[in-house]
């Protein structure tokens, strides 16, 4: 009670503007009281109003009231002082929800400043002091603040726990050694705790090193993303001036020909008004002649008009004009065919040389290759959905499901006449180009190529068979088992017999996989090479039974 009635003095005799010991103190009529310069400042910033408030209870006075100096406080705050007492802990110093408090304090509790192993309980700094000063707690274990100290007193004993069991990895008190534990493998939990920090510390050595491996690591990566930055930056400046090159030469083609044409209009038009300027001279002078003519012709006098006549009779010589109908009447249309001739070679050289430009540009992977998969789930996750074109089909194959199936049938299908069509094999290619990572299965009945090849594959002759060029890669799947096809070598191929075969691709990393799909799947046969352009799945069926179907794994 002692403690807080001092403490109660404390609070009483604190500015409750300043929150410190009463400096000067003055007291106001209502009664509460303030360090003369706190509240003379606080009274100057109401000047203006010319109405002074008492800063606690806001009682009001009309002119601002004469301080004197409270002797009573002063010489009270002056004692206190000089007994070492401290004015009030702030709000601050006070055990909240979430702070440790210390055990000792009565009444309102301030925030533990340390807490005790050994005492199992958690101290302010003015209860801590003993600690500091008497013998036998100066060995007393001191830590952090915590809320956990009843977590070390064994449940079964009430006694602190400072041992360790091995066995069953547990920390127990002296009590338990001799029961439960009886036997074990027991160490001090200083030991242990020494064994286990020595194991921590090579655990955050191994961390330590694998930071700065990564570290490094992380340097490299954002050395390499600079490079590839400045890289994609050049690459994109010298495109852009290539292709600027490219357009100027265009617009200079451009106005080469409209000069030209120009040029030639107005040659062509100046003869032609040349001419028809002639023409215009030769009617009248023929119109003149008519009417000359016309007058002599009415002439009574028969003497007067033989003697005219040899005279008006004679015409001059024609303008030649049948050179007028031997130009057709085309023109500059030829010019304009010309000029839409150039348009579409140039149309068909940027569209197959811009997959090779998106290829390599798809192709630059600074970082390592991914695994390959190992589980049919993993390959799925790259399956793509692909379809057959027919315009590359062979007249005796039928297409169905949505382009998906194909089959031979001895009747030719009518396709439209087409640059793309195989003629030379019982083939068809897929319609989408596959590059990146691509998966996809092929369901098969008797004989049939299961095969990718190049867009610019023979479509005619020897070559055109899938297998048996440089163009294609090719597996060729029958009854009794399966023989790989590359630029018309042969190799046999051993693995379980499936009616489905998937097929992977890796298109950066030049890997061709063909699998054989059952409860298992098998690797059959694997291709490590180096592809220059997008693949097209194709399939080569040649016999009347043989079917082959692109499944939907999706």
């Known amino acids: 009670m002692a403690q807080k009635g001092v403490q109660l003095n404390q609070e009483t005799i604190s500015c409750s503007i300043c929150l410190d010991l009463l400096k000067d103190p003055v007291t106001v009529s209502c009664g509460h009281s303030y360090c003369m310069k706190c509240l003379q400042s606080h009274w100057d910033t109401e000047d203006e109003k010319k109405l002074y408030s008492c800063p606690q209870c806001r009682q009001t006075f009309t002119l601002r009231p004469v301080l004197l100096k409270n002797t009573m406080l002063a010489v009270l705050v002056e004692e206190l002082k000089t007994s070492g007492l401290q004015a009030a802990p702030a709000d601050h110093c006070y055990a909240g929800a979430e702070d440790v408090a210390c055990d000792f304090c009565s009444g309102r509790k301030l925030k533990a400043q340390k807490s005790c192993l050994q005492c199992l309980a958690s101290y302010c700094q003015n209860h801590l002091q003993p600690h500091f000063e008497v013998a036998p707690l100066k060995k007393h274990k001191l830590m952090e603040p915590s809320k956990k100290l009843q977590e070390?007193?064994?449940?079964?004993?009430?006694?602190?726990?400072?041992?360790?069991?091995?066995?069953?990895?547990?920390s127990i008190c002296y009590l338990c050694s001799l029961d439960k534990h009886k036997g074990h493998d027991i160490v001090s939990a200083a030991a242990e705790r020494a064994k286990r920090q020595r194991e921590l510390e090579v655990s955050r050595q191994n961390i330590k090193q694998r930071i700065q491996d990564?570290?490094?690591?992380?340097?490299?990566?954002?050395?390499?993303?600079?490079?590839?930055?400045?890289?994609?930056?050049?690459?994109?400046?010298?495109?852009?001036?290539?292709?600027?090159q490219l357009i100027r030469l265009m617009e200079k083609r451009c106005s080469d020909v409209t000069q030209q044409v120009r040029s030639q209009q107005e040659s062509q038009v100046s003869r032609v008004k040349e001419l028809e300027e002639k023409l215009r001279q030769e009617i009248a002078e023929l119109r003149r002649k008519d009417s000359e003519l016309q007058t002599l012709s009415q002439t009574e006098d028969h003497n007067q008009f033989l003697h005219n006549y040899p005279s008006l009779s004679a015409l001059s010589q024609p303008t030649r004009?049948?050179?007028?109908?031997?130009?057709?009447l085309r023109y500059f249309e030829d010019v304009t065919a010309a000029v839409s001739a150039v348009r579409d070679t140039l149309q068909d050289v940027l569209t197959e040389t811009w997959t090779n430009i998106s290829l390599t540009v798809t192709e630059v992977d600074v970082l390592l290759p991914q695994p390959e998969p190992k589980t049919r789930e993993e390959f799925i996750r790259y399956s793509c959905d692909i379809t057959l074109d027919p315009n590359t089909a062979f007249k005796h194959l039928l297409l169905s499901d949505g382009n998906r199936k194909v089959r031979w049938t001895s009747k030719p299908q009518s396709y439209p006449s087409h640059s793309d069509r195989f003629t030379g094999e019982y083939q068809v290619l897929s319609r989408e180009s596959l590059t990146g990572r691509c998966y996809w299965e092929v369901e098969w009945r008797d004989d049939v190529y299961v095969a990718v090849a190049y867009k610019n594959i023979s479509r005619t002759g020897e070559e055109c068979g899938f297998g048996f060029s440089?163009?294609?890669?090719?597996?060729?799947?029958?009854?009794?088992?399966?023989?790989?096809?590359?630029?018309?070598?042969?190799?046999?191929?051993?693995?379980?017999?499936?009616s489905r075969v998937g097929v992977y691709l890796d298109h950066r990393a030049g890997i061709l996989s063909f699998y054989s799909i059952s409860e298992t799947m098998t690797l059959l046969h694997r291709v490590h090479t180096t592809f220059t352009q997008p693949l097209h799945a194709g399939l080569l069926v040649f016999f009347d039974e043989s079917t082959a179907e692109l499944c939907k794994l999706k």
């Not at 440089?470 to 379980?496: H, I, M, Q």
């Open 470 to 498: 440089d163009k294609s890669w090719a597996l060729y799947c029958y009854n009794s088992g399966y023989d790989f096809f590359y630029n018309s070598v042969e190799t046999r191929v051993s693995g379980p017999r499936s």
């Open 152 to 170: 070390n007193v064994c449940s079964c004993h009430d006694e602190v726990m400072k041992m360790f069991c091995r066995t069953d990895q547990q």
């Open 321 to 328: 004009s049948s050179s007028i109908h031997i130009c057709p």
């Open 214 to 244: 990564r570290e490094k690591d992380v340097k490299l990566l954002q050395q390499e993303a600079e490079v590839i930055n400045r890289s994609a930056d050049k690459a994109v400046e010298d495109s852009q001036e290539i292709f600027t």
